[in-house]
């Protein structure tokens, strides 16, 4: 395959099979991805709240998601009597699509990506603005007095810390333009390839500019994707209920697939402009080839710990005749991780050199694709965590947050660092 | 467009809805966005059946009316026809969450009523089970209150530590919930083997929880952002409505029945009461989460010297109290629970009034929160702690 | 920097985008209930943002996106949420002066097929679209240096405007 050597995304190539691969295997993984952050939510936020969560579908309540996703699929789809039958069936669609599409420019690589825009960050941030469509159209559709408030709230809040974000990400985009040429770009890749050649993640730059840059857009974010404790438009206790009220079974599971994927997609953002993206940990200054071969060992590594996990946790399972299931379910898929692990390491040993061939170039993707997707793996993790702790805003108190203190200081710090980086030249 | 005149709604809402003013004083500028709202009995947020009718402006409330009775059992009249000993377990089903102290309260009324003392042991044991369960009642409060607002994590760790309290409670009388742990004249039951050491595990235990419960709140921005001058009732206010407990302890008002007018064994121990300065949610949280600890310490000085002696008085087998009436009360979790006990000189009473301190309590809704956004209504109804069975009877 | 991307199929894409920009105008126009008209103004929005594209300008395309698409056509939909919560009722159409419409239409149809058949002369070939990579540049350089007083006047004026909004829509307290 012509396209396989070469060090471009399939998009910037111009080889549409490649690129439609890619697009299936992204699809198919966030798809994974968002019923395996389903699953964690509730165990996590079980755990919490000091009890256990699921337990008994799968063992240790792995095959929740799939339960879950079949309870939707076989329920009753309620239209409300008088709405819109076209606008209730496409609203959940386009925050499906909104949510979706962005993924086309996530750069998990240097070409791992289906495309490489050199407008990639702007296309993130207003594709994903297409999301609040989909939540206001869903809230008229619904016919009712209470979806429709709530769909209103929600897409005011989510508009309102656009702003906001939008500031962020410009005093990040500042910061590529720091090098020789002088020019920026709004390319994903390209961003991650400035933080390389800068040798510094854009968090730690200009210290403290970079990190509140970060943490504005790491609050906003929460607030765009409708999470605690900004999610008063979906609390039940609350005397308006969330836009999604009149949706049941499938349409409601798709605004909930909708909702993960933003909220993995504006991780990658996080991640991408501040965290370095695919790169690993200090590249630059420990960049000796057994720091290399060390670093390359991680995916191995992770995957042979979650591995001996699960095998810790099927040997600790009561021997109860119920749990014989259970056991043997959870010893598999300990072993299939396992295998996972193995794989991951015989490519990590056998791609260990430098060279362009097929083993280490196989090596060197996954490692891009492993650290950004731990990276992107704690930002979920944070936003489980934030849902448990913290009780939630009120809807003035949000609003408040966002126009008269995340506006002013992203605008301060976008100013400040521009004053820097003209200084520093 | 026109200049609307009221609205007249014209359905039984208005029939029903006495005191709510719909006539505003002054004529609005443009179409006026007044909307009446109901909210329950069924919702999530009313800790029982309670039905709230909001006034609203837009988002602000302009007035509520509470619409109770849906946990009315007619428990008064349920005393006018039953003996005073038969009469004791239904006490219990009124503030199911507090149940030891509604017992309390009535065992001491018609002790009072009968003239005999509970002994000195008796005594003991009632404080220790009555201050356990107020700080049994303090964890759900702070528990639900909590989710109300949205935390919903504190809910699971003061419900894990309010098992050890109900633990205690079935050892000692068999019963987690609505107790009837307490006799006219004194206990019935002798303290089991190892209460003292029980009590003692749990009086090392429940500190650091607290303190993790105060970890996860006080200090959090958002938590003083929903509760600080939310539903803020004056001291003159809280007085004037006869609200108690808590609420008006809060406000800044030093008045404790357990100081003011000791009974059972109270005035041997040595506590502080709590207050606050601006009568608002955040104040009442904080009085509850020192209350909880200074209940510790009256646990503590009573566990170590529970005097010997008999648990039960001598009372008659048949209960008859001469002609006359009493009114006595005591502090419970929520506020002054009052018993009011007319006797005609017969086994049965001729009439048993109650003074619930939720029904009291409840009556402060209307002030604290007008003027606050709708959001705030459920902190509101969650920081006056109301149970409706109290509410109703 | 990216070689490569040669266009593809580019009569298809063309003739799609204007297709459902078009799609999108007349239902727009035909539509009764109001929101659907909304959402066909999106699609009209997103195809001419394609249009963008296809004409190397990438970064008009994404703000097309972020501002029309995303920002304006969801308050459009919000008054149209808040104001017109009943349906819309039938209204009688009430414009009597329909043939001055058509004149107008003609008219305007007029102008479109001169400039097509003229456009060679009014657009230069020396005005060909400059290399897309840079787009994002020469549209800062231009803002930000020779339109930067426009670009503050306007600035200026929108804040005039959203102050004006704020202050009509107060409540007299």
Redesign the interface.
């Known amino acids: 395959m012509s396209y396989f050597g070469s060090q471009l995304s399939p998009g910037v190539a111009g080889n549409q099979l490649w690129a439609l691969i890619y697009i299936s295997i992204i699809f198919a993984g966030v798809s994974v991805a968002v019923m395996a952050m389903n699953w964690l939510e509730r165990k996590a936020l079980a755990h919490f709240q000091v009890r256990l969560g699921p337990m008994r579908v799968g063992p240790h309540g792995l095959l929740q998601p799939i339960a879950d996703a079949l309870k939707l699929l076989l329920k009753e789809d309620i239209i409300p009597a008088e709405a819109d039958q076209f606008v209730f069936w496409i609203a959940p669609l386009i925050g499906l699509l909104a949510s979706f599409t962005v993924y086309t420019v996530v750069p998990f690589g240097p070409s791992q990506a289906v495309s490489d825009m050199n407008i990639g960050i702007l296309f993130m941030l207003g594709v994903s603005s297409l999301g609040v469509l989909g939540i206001v159209m869903a809230g008229w559709a619904s016919n009712s007095h209470y979806p429709l408030i709530g769909a209103l709230r929600s897409s005011a809040q989510m508009v309102s810390y656009e702003v906001a974000m939008g500031l962020a990400v410009v005093s990040a985009i500042l910061m590529t333009s720091l090098n020789e040429s002088g020019t920026g770009t709004l390319s994903m890749i390209e961003i991650v390839r400035a933080q390389q050649q800068q040798g510094i993640w854009f968090i730690f730059k200009f210290f403290p500019l970079g990190l509140i840059a970060f943490v504005i857009f790491a609050i906003a974010m929460v607030a765009e994707t409708n999470r605690a404790p900004f999610d008063l438009a979906e609390a039940e206790s609350e005397l308006t209920a969330g836009f999604h009220t009149e949706y049941s079974g499938l349409r409601w599971s798709l605004f909930m697939l909708a909702e993960y994927a933003a909220m993995i997609a504006v991780s990658s953002i996080a991640v991408t402009l501040w965290l370095g993206g695919w790169m690993r940990p200090f590249p630059n200054a420990l960049s000796a080839p057994a720091w290399e071969f060390l670093f390359s060992l991680f995916p191995a590594l992770t995957f042979g710990g979650l591995a001996g996990i699960g095998f810790l946790g099927a040997a600790r399972m009561p021997s109860h005749s119920f749990f014989k299931i259970q056991r043997a379910g959870l010893a598999v898929f300990a072993a299939l991780l396992g295998l996972l692990a193995l794989l991951l390491l015989v490519i990590a040993i056998a791609g260990r050199n430098a060279d362009n061939s097929i083993a280490a170039r196989f090596r060197e993707g996954i490692d891009y694709v492993y650290w950004f997707v731990l990276k992107v793996a704690v930002f979920m993790y944070l936003f489980i965590w934030y849902r448990a702790t913290w009780p939630r805003y009120r809807f003035d108190q949000l609003m408040k947050i966002g126009w008269k203190v995340m506006l002013p200081i992203s605008l301060g710090v976008l100013i400040v660092t521009a004053i820097v980086g003209v200084i520093v030249k | 467009m026109s200049v609307p005149t009221k609205p007249e709604p014209a359905n039984a809402l208005t029939n029903e809805v006495s005191n709510l003013d719909l006539a505003t004083s002054e004529k609005p500028y443009l179409d006026s966005n007044e909307l009446v709202i109901n909210m329950g009995p069924q919702h999530p947020a009313t800790h029982g059946v309670l039905r709230v009718i909001l006034k609203l402006d837009g988002e602000k409330v302009l007035g509520t009316e509470c619409v109770i009775g849906y946990l009315h059992r007619g428990v008064e009249k349920i005393a006018e026809n039953r003996t005073y000993t038969m009469f004791n377990p239904y006490v219990d089903r009124m503030d199911y969450v507090a149940a030891v102290s509604n017992g309390l309260g009535y065992c001491e009324a018609v002790e009072k009523l009968l003239n005999v003392e509970a002994p000195p042991r008796a005594k003991y044991i009632r404080v220790i089970l009555t201050e356990l369960n107020r700080i049994a009642s303090h964890q759900l409060w702070l528990g639900t209150h909590a989710l109300d607002i949205g935390a919903m994590t504190p809910l699971f760790y003061t419900f894990r530590d309010r098992e050890e309290i109900l633990k205690i409670f079935e050892k000692y009388c068999g019963a987690r919930l609505t107790t009837h742990a307490f006799r006219i004249g004194g206990c019935q039951y002798e303290t089991y083997a190892g209460f003292e050491k029980e009590v003692e595990n749990y009086l090392a235990f429940l500190p650091p929880k607290i303190d993790e419960y105060e970890a996860l709140l006080t200090g959090n921005r958002i938590w003083l952002e929903r509760t600080k001058n939310v539903g803020v009732i004056s001291a003159a206010d809280a007085i004037a409505l006869g609200v108690t407990g808590p609420v008006l302890r809060a406000s800044g008002v030093k008045w404790d029945l357990r100081k003011a007018q000791p009974y059972a064994a109270y005035s041997d121990f040595d506590f502080e009461i709590p207050t606050g300065k601006n009568g608002d949610t955040f104040d009442r949280y904080m009085v509850r989460m020192v209350e909880m600890r200074q209940s510790l310490r009256i646990i503590e000085q009573a566990v170590g010297r529970i005097p010997e002696g008999p648990i039960m008085a001598k009372v008659p087998k048949v209960i008859k109290p001469a002609v006359g009436e009493i009114y006595h009360s005591i502090e419970a979790p929520k506020g002054e629970l009052g018993y009011f006990i007319v006797s005609d000189g017969s086994t049965q009473p001729y009439r048993v009034r109650v003074r619930p301190p939720s029904f009291v309590n409840l009556q402060a809704l209307d002030i604290m929160v007008r003027g606050m956004l709708v959001a705030d209504v459920v902190a509101v109804i969650g920081t006056l702690d109301i149970v409706l069975g109290e509410v109703d009877r | 920097?990216?070689p490569?991307?040669?266009p593809?199929a580019t009569p298809f894409f063309f003739y799609l985008l204007s297709g459902l920009a078009v799609l999108g105008g007349v239902l727009v126009i035909t539509r009764r209930?109001a929101?659907?008209s909304a959402?066909a103004l999106?699609v009209t929005l997103l195809a001419v943002s394609g249009l963008y594209l296809m004409l190397y300008a990438?970064?008009v395309?994404?703000?097309q996106?972020?501002v029309y698409?995303?920002?304006i056509?969801?308050l459009f939909?919000?008054v149209i949420?808040?104001v017109n919560?009943e349906r819309t009722a039938k209204e009688r159409q009430f414009n009597r002066i329909w043939p001055a419409g058509v004149l107008a239409a003609v008219a305007l149809l007029g102008l479109f097929v001169s400039v097509y058949v003229k456009g060679k002369r009014l657009f230069p070939d020396s005005n060909l679209p400059l290399p897309?990579?840079s787009n994002?540049?020469q549209i800062g350089v231009m803002l930000y240096g020779n339109y930067m007083f426009s670009f503050e006047i306007a600035s200026l004026l929108l804040l005039v405007a959203i102050l004006g909004a704020v202050i009509m829509a107060k409540?007299?307290i």
Do not use: D
């Open positions: 920097m990216t490569g991307m040669a593809v209930n929101v659907h959402l999106i990438p970064f395309a994404g703000v996106i972020i698409a995303g920002g056509m969801v939909l919000f949420m808040l919560i897309e990579t994002t540049q409540k007299r």
